[in-house]
């Protein structure tokens, strides 16, 4: 079809996984520009495209039209059977630049509240139509001129519309990845993502990943040590999990008292949901409704306006 012919290729602005990603404008108005994101051949497709391109596309179509989900402008595939998928232009980097220039960009509770906003209404959109992202994490969430933070990178997203089937357990970003899945869940829900929303808030706060881990044995040491140690008690049938190891030395369940120590910036009632996207049990973490019925929204400070965010220098 025409749809390439409507774009023109311009510089590489950035290389991922699986694409490579240009800057491109319209053909018939140079002044509107998109992402264009070309779909590397692996050569485990050679007669087929990558999943992970199929997934994207199949998802940012489904979940189309809400402002915080990255718009898909268009597809098309190239001369050499690329696929290339037509992206909102978001010129503005994406939270973890912002997190991490800690000499030059400077923000407070009312703009970590105002993210947060925007990923949480990301979230509850993404479950609302039944699609897990599996892979929330700063790096993703990209920003758009007017302040708007986008989730992005939907290369591992998947319906979980039928609880019956089994999915793998090896995705989500390890620093971000849910003790559910570190212990080798195949069964899993819109709990995995808050879960990493929660930790991309307490990054947010502490302007460093919370935790860090080397490895997944270290990873669940860290949890473990930070957060407290699955066990039957907090988390009935855990130790049923087919991976399930943790540190012989059980820490309990850290209380409010002890982030507030750390993540206080935001406040009480920040730090009451924070400690509810933390929850080690999938069952009794909170959810994205949830998340959004909480009293810290409406508490002060308000959130500030998008056009008043901090930007990167
Ligand atoms: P990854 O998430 O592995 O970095 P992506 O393929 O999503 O891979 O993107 C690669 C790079 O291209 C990003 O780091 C970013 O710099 C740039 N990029 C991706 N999408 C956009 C977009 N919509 N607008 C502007 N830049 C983008």
Redesign the pocket.
């Known amino acids: 079809e025409d749809e390439k012919n409507k774009y023109i290729k311009g510089k590489k602005?950035?290389?991922?996984?699986?694409?490579n990603?240009y800057l491109g404008h319209s053909r018939v108005d140079a002044s509107t520009q998109v992402?264009i994101?070309k779909i590397k051949v692996q050569k485990e497709y050679q007669d087929g495209i990558a999943p992970d391109a199929i997934r994207e596309m199949k998802y940012l179509q489904k979940l189309r039209g809400h402002a915080n989900i990255?718009i898909l402008h268009s597809v098309f595939s190239s001369k050499d059977q690329n696929l290339n998928l037509v992206?909102?232009?978001?010129?503005l980097?994406?939270l973890e630049m912002l997190i991490r220039d800690v000499d030059h960009v400077r923000y407070g509770a009312a703009d970590i509240k105002a993210w947060m906003g925007m990923l949480t209404r990301a979230i509850w959109w993404c479950h609302d139509n039944y699609v897990l992202h599996r892979d929330i994490k700063p790096?993703?969430l990209?920003i758009a001129a007017d302040g708007e933070v986008k989730l992005?990178?939907f290369g591992l997203a998947r319906s979980f519309a039928d609880p019956g089937v089994r999915m793998t357990a090896n995705v989500i970003t390890r620093w971000y990845r849910p003790p559910e899945l570190l212990f080798g869940a195949r069964h899993y829900s819109g709990a995995v993502d808050i879960w990493s929303v929660g930790l991309v808030f307490a990054e947010l706060i502490i302007r460093a990943p919370y935790l860090p881990g080397n490895s997944e044995v270290e990873q669940i040491a860290l949890i473990c040590r930070e957060i407290g140690t699955p066990t039957e008690e907090n988390w009935p049938g855990v130790t049923q999990l087919k991976e399930y190891t943790v540190p012989s030395d059980v820490v309990p369940v850290a209380g409010k008292d002890k982030y507030m120590g750390r993540f206080g910036a935001v406040g009480s009632d920040g730090v009451d949901l924070l400690t509810k996207t933390l929850v080690l049990d999938p069952r009794r973490r909170i959810t994205a409704r949830e998340m959004l019925e909480h009293r810290w929204w409406k508490a002060d400070p308000k959130p500030t306006p998008k056009h008043d965010l901090p930007k990167k220098t």
């Open positions: 602005l950035g290389e991922g996984t699986y694409a990603v992402a994101k990255i992206l909102e232009y978001l010129p980097g994406d790096n993703n990209l992005a990178d």
